[in-house]
């Protein structure tokens, strides 16, 4: 266990922009897969609320926010259930294959919870989907976040923006292709890469990867599906994922 105060500090790592482009409305399955990276906003507002401020209709998420970590600073993770056990899931982009990043669990505003920073290592990375796992040295008494296939209408992403303390966004299924999943009014910044699309039931559909919304709520942003990162993987075996 480390101090609160060390926990608390990983928020103050720097982190850099995913991308420059223009954002764009994306109307095609191939577009999902060719757009920029980019840290975005869907709307004229942000729409986030502190995870333990959170009154919202999804509930069952809420009870997932534990398993949600801060790595290097600079990208959400999520603490998943595999049967070689449990991994901090994230986007590839945001890691390289070896790295030993530090993860911090309950950096939140009001934490409910022992914040804890361990470390840990990358034992796969991969570009297309965009994805890594990383094995952790010390393992929390959290309960890891299960995969799922199944999206439901509307859909959360608990994720630390910019590196600050925890939050949860709302928004709205709206496809899948190319192994993609789209959803919109489902507000991200730099810092949010990696954290799980969840559905209703609090179950991780996808890793969010990509954002393409505008100020005027067109456009979507988007995540590699759990299904595409299952079957890539070496490490999670399809009994890791379920329809659910």
């Known amino acids: 266990m480390v101090p609160r105060g060390l926990a608390l500090a990983i928020v103050a790592l720097s982190s850099a922009a995913c991308g420059t482009s223009a954002p764009r409305e994306v109307t095609a399955c191939g577009g ?3 757009a920029a990276v980019l840290p975005t906003q869907c709307g004229a507002s942000l729409d986030f609320t502190p995870i333990n401020r959170y009154q919202g209709e999804l509930a069952s998420v809420q ?3 534990d398993a949600v970590v801060l790595i290097n600073g600079s990208c959400t993770g999520t603490l998943i259930a595999a049967a070689a056990g449990p991994v901090v899931a994230t986007a590839g982009h945001c890691i390289a294959l070896g790295d030993r990043p530090l993860i911090a669990f309950n950096v939140e505003a009001d934490p409910d919870g022992d914040p804890l920073v361990t470390t840990g290592t990358v034992i796969e990375r991969a570009a297309d989907p965009d994805y890594a796992l990383i094995q952790l040295e010390q393992l929390p008494a959290v309960t890891p976040t299960l995969l799922t296939t199944q999206a439901t209408e509307l859909l959360a992403i608990i994720q630390h923006p910019r590196g600050g303390p ?3 966004a709302e928004g709205k299924f709206l496809r899948t292709c190319d192994a993609m999943i789209a959803y919109g009014d489902l507000d991200t910044l730099v810092g949010s ?3 799980g699309v969840l559905n209703r039931q609090g179950y991780l559909v ?3 990867s ?3 919304c505008a100020s005027d709520g067109s456009g979507a942003n988007r995540g590699w599906s759990a299904a595409s990162i299952v079957e890539a993987s070496a490490y ?5 994922l379920a329809d659910r």
């Open 210 to 212: 990509d954002g393409d």
């Open 236 to 240: 999670l075996v399809p009994a890791d």
């Open 166 to 168: 925890k939050v949860i």
């Open 206 to 208: 996808a890793i969010h």
């Open 32 to 34: 999902l897969r060719t």
């Open 193 to 195: 890469s990696g954290a």
């Open 63 to 65: 009870q997932r926010e």
